[in-house]
């Protein structure tokens, strides 16, 4: 049997597109190439796909605020029902894959979309699916599932343009500071703490200008506490990580530009109890979201000893550097070997679904 090809899907039209071709760019270079023959397929912002035999694809990768996807690359596209074949401007077949693995952060990529598409074109495909990608991206969803099934989440209140409360009517409810938010984006863009009457109206102008929806939330003095899960059917927890940060919060710049950010403790100073706590809630949110393949849940665990949970990433930053796959390290599995699981796991998924009834015949 030949080398699987493996299409590595990423950039996309979203604030977070930077970030994703770093995360592209690690996978590429760290994939076991004598089971896998990688295929770069660069998505730009205005949302063509581009297609590279080589890793001339990325420019500038090692930084991301410069971080760009080659131009010169060939746009292909996917049809329904292609069975991983990738089609040329001129209706030609360029190339074929065997699986997908979106490394994709943000809208048009993490919340459903891209797993539609893909599912329609009959190709297996790393991470969550529809449902659980779009729920997971959403914070106002993933927050009111959550809170049903019985996972502890912060105080919140989501709004869209027309309906934003006051901020006296903010602090009345969630106290003060608080947290403004868009409700459907990650790696903290957009994200402002804020203490005053005129810190909120930015804030909130500032939050509207990545989604129409936005998400006001209570500040938790605690601990960020962050753990991986890993599995389909089955899914397993690693040893839970901490964020230190050393700005006001984990902002974007702490998280990617500034080197000296925040501190990663791999694995946390935790008592036995409390990590296995983390790891329990870890799975039920993946579970009770109907994740598959991977996902981050994070924590902030308070000085009580109360865990709240407060969010979910689908597709977590994938930069050996990441937390993900640090945690993963941390838990015995290297990140090459990582990579080949996520793999297997798209493919066993892919074939379960794949036997299922499509008809009563």
Same mark, same amino acid.
């Given at each position: 049997?030949?080398?699987?090809?493996?299409? &590595?899907?990423?950039?996309?039209?979203?604030?977070?597109?930077? !970030?994703?071709?770093?995360?592209? *760019?690690?996978? &590429? @270079?760290?994939?076991?190439?004598?089971?896998?023959?990688?295929?770069?397929?660069?998505?730009?912002?205005?949302?063509?796909?581009?297609?590279?035999?080589?890793?001339?694809?990325?420019?500038?990768?090692?930084?991301?605020?410069?971080?760009?996807?080659?131009?010169?690359?060939?746009?292909?596209?996917?049809?329904?029902?292609?069975?991983?074949?990738?089609?040329?401007?001129?209706?030609?077949?360029?190339?074929?894959?065997?699986?997908?693995?979106?490394?994709?952060?943000?809208?048009?990529?993490?919340?459903?979309?891209?797993?539609?598409?893909?599912?329609?074109?009959? &190709?297996?495909?790393?991470?969550?699916?529809?449902? /659980?990608?779009?729920?997971?991206?959403? *914070?106002?969803?993933?927050?009111?599932?959550?809170? @049903?099934?019985? !996972?502890?989440?912060?105080?919140?209140?989501?709004?869209?343009?027309?309906?934003?409360?006051?901020? /006296?009517?903010? %602090?009345?409810?969630?106290?003060? +500071?608080?947290?403004?938010?868009?409700?459907?984006?990650?790696?903290?863009?957009?994200?402002?703490?804020?203490?005053?009457?005129?810190? $909120?109206?930015?804030?909130?102008?500032?939050?509207? /200008?990545?989604?129409?929806?936005?998400?006001?939330?209570?500040?938790?003095?605690?601990?960020? %506490?962050?753990?991986?899960?890993?599995?389909?059917?089955?899914?397993? /927890?690693?040893?839970?990580?901490? %964020?230190?940060?050393?700005?006001?919060?984990?902002?974007?710049?702490?998280?990617?530009?500034?080197?000296?950010?925040? *501190?990663?403790?791999?694995?946390?100073?935790? +008592?036995?109890?409390?990590?296995?706590?983390?790891?329990?809630?870890?799975?039920?949110?993946?579970?009770?979201?109907?994740?598959?393949?991977?996902?981050?849940?994070?924590?902030?665990?308070?000085?009580?000893? @109360?865990?709240?949970?407060?969010? !979910?990433?689908? !597709?977590?930053?994938?930069?050996?550097?990441?937390? $993900?796959?640090?945690?993963?390290?941390?838990?015995? &599995?290297? $990140?090459?070997?990582?990579?080949?699981?996520?793999?297997?796991?798209?493919?066993?998924?892919?074939?379960?679904?794949?036997?299922? *009834?499509?008809?009563?015949?």
């Amino acid at each position: 049997m030949g080398k699987l090809r493996v299409g &590595i899907l990423f950039g996309g039209k979203s604030a977070e597109h930077e !970030i994703s071709l770093l995360s592209a *760019k690690s996978i &590429i @270079d760290a994939i076991d190439r004598d089971k896998y023959e990688p295929v770069l397929i660069g998505i730009d912002k205005a949302g063509r796909w581009l297609l590279s035999r080589s890793s001339r694809l990325l420019l500038d990768s090692a930084d991301p605020r410069f971080a760009r996807l080659n131009p010169e690359s060939e746009p292909v596209a996917v049809t329904p029902r292609s069975e991983g074949r990738l089609i040329g401007s001129d209706g030609g077949e360029r190339t074929r894959i065997d699986v997908m693995f979106p490394v994709l952060h943000g809208p048009f990529g993490e919340d459903g979309t891209v797993q539609g598409l893909l599912k329609s074109a009959d &190709i297996p495909f790393v991470g969550a699916g529809v449902l /659980a990608s779009a729920a997971g991206m959403d *914070k106002d969803v993933t927050k009111r599932l959550l809170r @049903d099934a019985g !996972i502890p989440v912060a105080r919140f209140t989501a709004c869209r343009r027309n309906t934003v409360p006051g901020y /006296a009517e903010v %602090i009345a409810a969630l106290g003060t +500071p608080v947290f403004v938010k868009p409700a459907n984006l990650g790696s903290s863009v957009g994200i402002a703490k804020v203490k005053d009457a005129a810190t $909120y109206q930015r804030a909130v102008e500032d939050a509207l /200008a990545y989604d129409t929806k936005i998400l006001i939330e209570e500040f938790i003095t605690g601990r960020e %506490i962050e753990c991986a899960v890993l599995g389909n059917e089955a899914p397993t /927890a690693s040893l839970p990580g901490e %964020i230190i940060p050393s700005h006001e919060f984990y902002s974007y710049e702490a998280k990617y530009i500034d080197e000296h950010g925040a *501190k990663l403790e791999i694995p946390a100073r935790l +008592p036995d109890q409390a990590v296995r706590r983390v790891q329990e809630l870890a799975v039920k949110t993946f579970t009770t979201l109907g994740c598959e393949g991977m996902g981050r849940v994070d924590f902030f665990l308070r000085n009580t000893g @109360d865990l709240l949970v407060n969010e !979910i990433n689908t !597709i977590p930053g994938f930069t050996r550097i990441s937390m $993900y796959p640090r945690l993963w390290e941390a838990s015995g &599995i290297a $990140y090459p070997e990582l990579i080949d699981r996520l793999i297997r796991l798209a493919l066993e998924r892919f074939e379960r679904e794949r036997n299922l *009834k499509t008809s009563q015949a």
